[in-house]
């Protein structure tokens, strides 16, 4: 296939057709070819002698290509049978020697798209059993213990109140029951500590064997896959505290003992935590799944909405109050935030009418995000405070960030939470907050140790979940899922890459500014580079801010200059 000239390479923005010379959007995929195909292009396919029994499936349901390797003993044959009784893998000419004369052979393409859909179904185990469950079970130890405190305290008040009018004649003996319950709460509670280690090893575990089974699913590590055997511990069993309670005793000077009376646990034997069994979890999961399907078909069905073949200006207006458009917030009412290094903050109409104004200590950074109330959410890195704007422009005081500098800052469509991208001593993180505000993940570093961010200067979050960072220090798109696992960097396409604004589409895709060169980097929701936006006749010139508004319009700010762009880029 031919390269594709700069005009075209400016105006393509995805998956392109396999054919020779074609420049669609490449929306289907031959499994026997291994490329991908437009509807025209798939029609034809079918057409010919030679490829009309080949299976074509949507490009998301293409089947795994398997791995190159070249043959020990005729190192220009690739391996891609399996001989069933030697149960090793060979090369079509192998499968001709005498050794393997009468031998049954299957194809390894096959049995490799087998085992990558099986070992992806035991990664997804622990996603969405494993990791959960334990989870879960330890959320339900932490309220035990919460629930243990409440009982002492409840204890302690009714033993109190008992003694008030009679506390000249049994000081002593309420401080030894006191004492009493200290201790026996301390020992419950330790008891419980311990439950909560066990779990931390078995979520450790877990992950370690996350890690493990995503290198079997890499294609340099497929042998892997053949040679290992699936097994995953069955999660620690633990049980609840018996939880204590308080007998009263009588009135009496002689029985001072019995008055106060004692804190005892109940004889019984201690009730086991509940595990959901993994079936029923399938089950459910099955459901959701075919639903969501269902869903995403029905959707599909009416309507097809994708890249287009080319990118058409919708319209575009001076922002008053900014001298430039560095980072833009576009709300859920049409109206749209826009930002410039000064710290100027400004709401706009689609006409470009200013709203309302007001000085922040904010600069390039995205450091403004609307929701889906209507409300703008900001960070005021002087003073470490992060604060929200209402529709009726009452400006209050949201989350204090401690000794952390907040510099981007993302409302999350998904569960409505809150992203913020922090720095401190030279250390970065990402912090995840809930709705009302609090402190609910940190993300920093990697598996191995390693700091994930250094400028987190602009951050979003994608349909899958997974959260997008922009890094000047990096100089990278940084991406973890929504758990905080690293999933991949992206540092452009050869050149100095230098990334500003982010954002996310409805397809998944990501788009960021590149500094250096000027252009607007399009990629799918796993990495992989699909195209650069940067034809002059577009007018797209210095992009330092992107943003998708809820019509799939495409909002971009440049510098120097206080004009905001608007194209059209799906259909």
């Not at 010919?48 to 070249?70: A, G, N, S, W």
């Not at 305290?153 to 049994?170: G, N, P």
């Not at 409300?375 to 704007?389: A, E, F, P, Q, S």
Request: charged share 25%; hydrophobic share 30%.
């Amino acid at each position: 296939m031919s390269e594709p000239s700069d005009e075209q390479a400016a105006m393509q923005h995805y998956l392109v057709c396999g054919t020779e010379d074609c420049q669609k959007n490449g929306q289907f995929y031959c499994n026997a070819c291994h490329r991908p195909l437009c509807e025209h292009c798939r029609d034809e396919h079918v057409k010919i002698p030679d490829t009309k029994f080949h299976e074509i499936v949507l490009y998301r349901h293409r089947k795994q290509q398997l791995p190159v390797e070249k043959c020990k003993l005729h190192p220009t044959r690739n391996v891609d049978i399996f001989c069933k009784e030697c149960k090793i893998p060979l090369c079509s000419k192998c499968s001709t020697m005498e050794e393997h004369h009468g031998h049954t052979f299957d194809d390894l393409e096959d049995i490799y798209a087998e085992k990558y859909v099986l070992w992806q179904g035991e990664f997804s185990k622990i996603q969405k059993y494993f990791l959960p469950t334990t989870q879960r079970l330890k959320t339900d130890i932490e309220e035990d213990a919460t629930q243990i405190r409440k009982i002492m305290e409840s204890l302690r008040t009714s033993m109190k109140a008992e003694v008030k009018s009679l506390k000249h004649l049994v000081d002593e003996v309420t401080s030894e029951n006191l004492e009493h319950i200290y201790t026996m709460e301390n020992s419950l509670l330790e008891m419980l500590k311990s439950q909560e280690t066990t779990y931390d090893d078995y979520i450790a575990y877990l992950g370690k064997m996350s890690d493990e089974f995503q290198q079997y699913l890499s294609l340099t590590n497929q042998k892997l896959l053949f040679s290992e055997t699936l097994k995953i511990k069955t999660i620690p069993e633990t049980t609840k505290p018996i939880l204590p309670v308080f007998t009263g005793g009588k009135v009496s000077k002689d029985d001072i003992s019995k008055l106060l009376g004692r804190v005892n646990v109940p004889n019984k034997e201690p009730e086991k935590r509940e595990i959901q069994p993994m079936e029923a979890v399938n089950t459910h999961m099955k459901s959701t799944e075919k639903q969501l399907e269902q869903s995403k078909e029905k959707s599909d069905m009416k309507q097809t909405l994708c890249l287009s073949s080319s990118v058409t200006k919708v319209r575009e207006y001076s922002v008053p109050g900014v001298f430039s458009a560095y980072h833009e917030s576009a709300d859920k009412s049409g109206r749209l935030w826009v930002s410039d290094r000064g710290g100027n903050l400004v709401q706009t109409d689609l006409q470009g009418n200013q709203l309302q104004k007001i000085q922040t200590s904010g600069g390039e950074e995205g450091y403004h995000t609307a929701t889906q109330d209507g409300d703008l959410i900001y960070t005021d890195k002087d003073k470490r405070v992060i604060y929200r704007i209402t529709p009726d422009k009452k400006i209050t005081e949201f989350i204090k960030t401690g000794d952390w500098t907040p510099l981007s800052v993302h409302f999350s469509r998904i569960n409505e939470g809150i992203l913020v991208g922090m720095i401190k001593d030279g250390k970065a993180k990402i912090t995840r907050y809930s709705k009302a505000g609090k402190e609910i993940q940190n993300i920093q570093i990697d598996k191995q140790g390693q700091e994930l961010y250094s400028t987190p200067h602009h951050i979003t979050e994608n349909t899958n979940g997974n959260i997008c960072t922009s890094d000047h220090g990096k100089q990278a798109v940084v991406v973890v899922n929504k758990s905080g696992q690293h999933r991949f960097f992206y540092t452009g396409q050869g050149s100095v890459f230098s990334p500003y604004g982010i954002c996310t589409d409805v397809l998944g895709h990501i788009l960021m500014c590149n500094r250096i060169s000027n252009t607007i980097h399009l990629l799918d929701q796993d990495g992989g580079f699909l195209t650069i936006i940067r034809s002059s006749q577009q007018s797209i010139k210095c992009p330092r801010g992107v943003c998708v508004d809820d019509e799939n319009n495409l909002y971009v700010g440049q510098r120097d200059t206080n004009t905001v762009t608007v194209y059209k880029y799906l259909q």
